[in-house]
């Protein structure tokens, strides 16, 4: 569903984007007018119990002939007559029909806005576009709605606050949230505007009725509209009002017949004080921030449109006639290479093959080949297209006739958990009654071009083909567009650097995305946790380890490097006003440099005092504490937080979270200590915290 409301978000983005967004800026100008107006009306106001009798008397009074009058939203009176004096268009005071200056005409700004707002200066085509891009806008909302519903998962959660980690993303969707009614109201009305303009207009559009019968003399001024004095005297005098047309013979006295305005008429004068806001100050401030929001929305909206354009080379949806079925779990798009050359793999043997990542897995059906191709991230877990896929494994699988798969694991024996979700992910498809393994369950090491080889060549004796795989395009090749990045100040100690980096503003970095930096002369990337510290400047802490590390170590200060950001936004600190933890070891402690706050607890173990020198100008946390396992009381972090057990679960119960960043060994370490302290403070578990996002680890 989620999927449904997702695409239709999409598809109205990319068909009515530009005109609404153009819709939008102009509708910041044109949602002005009411204001400009009401401080130009010049006919005063008039008494409620003013009648229009009365009114006339004064007109008399001041004009030889009036032809007819009329009343804006504003309650401007505009004459068409002959005055004493002057004769034409002329406006007149209401309370005694004395001629006064007319109002100032507007800027001509308001008539291009609107011109542009109505038909983009293209008459009856342009009114046209307008018309669907109205329509196209309530699709807009309406699978807003969806998708907000979807993401706080639930109606009622619908209403919580949303956290802004990223402008584009988590803007978009606090703003629209906030002026959803507004924004419908806008659709709405701006779709029922242009149906109205369009649909022809039957003749018994008005309906005469007998039972409204207004004598003349009782008629009140500020309920009337419009008036029409006839010219002929067999003709009638019409009296407008907002929801009837009275006619009257000419001697004023008679009710000749009432037309009630059909409820489309009616419809479209509430629809069009709704879309403009005429007349009514409050509600046009309304629209004026709607379009301001809109002209926010449609830009972010943009800038996801193109990532996504940019990003989705590879499909969403399958071909029905797809023999064989590639589906990619992937988080820093490495797998695909191997996915795309298995799939031209394929292609150049004319079998009908279809691509997708794992967001993307489709309820399969019939008779199916499905190969699995995915890497492992954090801690053994699921690259970020996968999450959650293996809860949904039965559902999208249970209904085909009969499946034949194989899984296949991209990782790094760097890693304890080597492969662990592909496993994990192959484990639960076996039991399942339909499924049958092919070819066993293989792992592919750093990306290796041979293991992968001799995974297809199990492939190949399985299905009885000849699959050959072009191992060029195995190959890591660099990203494009990679940032460059200046070193401001390096300082080291032992095999351990700091290094404080300048980077353009634009690219907003948070604390905790990671930066990826190529070696030389390697095409794949190593990533370093990163300490936002101003708009332009961050920090990165590394240990000397290997090829990257060692080239970063060798720059000095005015040197510089290129590299990209990847977001990590599941490492970001909560900006809700609760405690945070923050807990690392070594290097770890890089991205609380740019974390800390009044509301964090940091603690930190290393092996030397002089260790925590390399960073100590940055860390100004009042609550630190360290630990040193090579001096002083020679323990580690986990030993630091039984020693302050109370603060610890002081913080949890007041609704905190914990972070941890460092060496898997300190991660396991530390969750055991952590699991013992929730328990005996009968705080919820590990895994209810992380569940809750309360207990958020990026560890190597
Ligand atoms: C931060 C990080 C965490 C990783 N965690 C694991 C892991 O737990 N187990 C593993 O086998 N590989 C792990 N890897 C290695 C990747 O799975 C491997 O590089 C893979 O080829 C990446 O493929 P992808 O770019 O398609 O996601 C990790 C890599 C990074 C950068």
Redesign the pocket.
């Known amino acids: 569903m989620t999927e449904f409301w997702r695409r239709l978000h999409f598809a109205s983005t990319v068909v009515a984007g530009l005109f609404i967004f153009s819709a939008s800026v102009t509708g910041c100008i044109l949602a002005l007018e009411p204001w400009f107006i009401s401080q130009n009306a010049v006919s005063g106001q008039s008494k409620s119990d003013v009648t229009l009798a009365e009114f006339q008397e004064k007109l008399n009074e001041n004009f030889l002939e009036v032809f007819s009058f009329e009343k804006d939203a504003y309650g401007n009176i505009k004459v068409e007559g002959v005055g004493l004096e002057k004769e034409g268009t002329l406006f007149v005071n209401v309370e005694t029909g004395k001629i006064v200056t007319t109002p100032k005409s507007l800027h001509p700004v308001f008539d291009l806005s609107r011109d542009l707002h109505r038909s983009l200066f293209l008459k009856t085509p342009g009114r046209i576009l307008m018309g669907l891009a109205s329509l196209a806008l309530v699709f807009l909302a309406v699978s807003g709605i969806g998708l907000h519903i979807k993401r706080a998962g639930g109606l009622k959660a619908l209403f919580k606050s949303v956290k802004i980690l990223e402008i584009k993303r988590d803007g978009h969707a606090q703003w629209s949230r906030l002026f959803l009614i507004p924004i419908l109201v806008v659709a709405v009305s701006g779709t029922y505007l242009s149906i109205v303009r369009f649909s022809p207009v039957s003749s018994s559009g008005v309906s005469a009725s007998a039972a409204t019968t207004i004598p003349f003399d009782k008629i009140l001024l500020p309920e009337v509209k419009k008036v029409n004095y006839p010219v002929m005297d067999d003709e009638p005098l019409v009296v407008e009002l907002s929801d009837r047309n009275l006619h009257f013979d000419k001697t004023k006295g008679r009710l000749i017949k009432t037309e009630l305005l059909p409820v489309r008429e009616r419809m479209r004068v509430v629809n069009f004080i709704l879309h403009t806001g005429e007349g009514t100050k409050g509600w046009a401030g309304v629209l004026w921030l709607t379009s301001l929001v809109m002209v926010f929305l449609s830009f972010t909206g943009f800038q996801m449109v193109m990532d996504k354009l940019r990003l989705k080379k590879h499909k969403a949806a399958l071909a029905d006639d797809a023999e064989i079925i590639i589906l990619v779990g992937?988080?820093?798009?490495?797998?695909?290479r191997f996915a795309d050359a298995l799939e031209e793999a394929y292609q150049n043997l004319g079998i009908k093959v279809g691509t997708l990542g794992m967001e993307h897995f489709p309820k399969l059906n019939g008779k199916k080949t499905v190969l699995f191709l995915t890497?492992?991230?954090?801690?053994?877990?699921a690259?970020q297209n996968a999450q959650n896929i293996i809860e949904q494994l039965e559902e999208k699988m249970s209904f085909a006739e009969a499946i034949q798969f194989s899984v296949l694991g991209?990782?790094?024996r760097q890693?304890p958990?080597?492969?662990?979700f592909a496993e994990q992910f192959r484990n639960h498809i076996v039991p399942l009654g339909n499924a049958r393994e092919i070819v066993p369950y293989m792992t592919v090491d750093?990306?290796s071009a041979v293991q992968f080889i001799d995974w297809v060549r199990a492939l190949n004796r399985s299905q009885k083909i000849t699959l050959s795989i072009n191992t060029k395009h195995l190959h890591p090749v660099r990203k494009k567009g990679l940032e460059t990045f200046t070193i401001l100040e390096k300082k080291e100690n032992e095999d351990t650097f700091l290094l404080r980096i300048t980077h353009a503003e634009k690219l907003k970095i948070h604390s905790g995305d990671l930066l990826g930096v190529y070696p030389p002369n390697e095409n794949i990337e190593r990533?370093y946790s990163i300490a936002s510290v101003s708009p332009t400047e961050l920090l990165l802490v590394i240990k000397r380890t290997g090829l990257c590390s060692n080239f970063l170590g060798s720059l000095s200060v005015g040197d510089y490097f290129e590299a990209f950001v990847k977001r990590n936004p599941s490492f970001y600190c909560p900006n809700h006003h609760t405690p945070v933890l923050m807990i690392a070891n070594g290097t770890g402690i890089a991205p609380f440099l740019g974390m800390q706050s009044s509301g964090s607890k940091l603690f930190w173990g290393g092996k030397f005092q002089a260790d925590f020198k390399l960073f100590e100008k940055y860390c100004f946390a009042d609550n630190r504490y360290l630990v040193f396992s090579r001096e002083n009381d020679n323990a580690y972090v986990q030993d630091l937080l039984l020693r302050r057990e109370s603060e610890v679960a002081e913080v949890l119960k007041e609704n905190g979270t914990i972070m941890i960043c460092g060496s898997r060994t300190m991660l396991k370490g530390v969750l055991e200590t952590i699991e013992k302290i929730t328990a005996s403070n009968a705080l919820p578990s590990t895994e209810e915290l992380r569940k809750q996002h309360r207990l958020l680890t990026d560890c190597?």
């Open positions: 992937s988080e820093t798009g490495h797998t695909w890497s492992t991230y954090g801690n053994g877990d690259p991209f990782g790094s890693y958990a080597f492969c662990a750093n990306q990533f190597y």
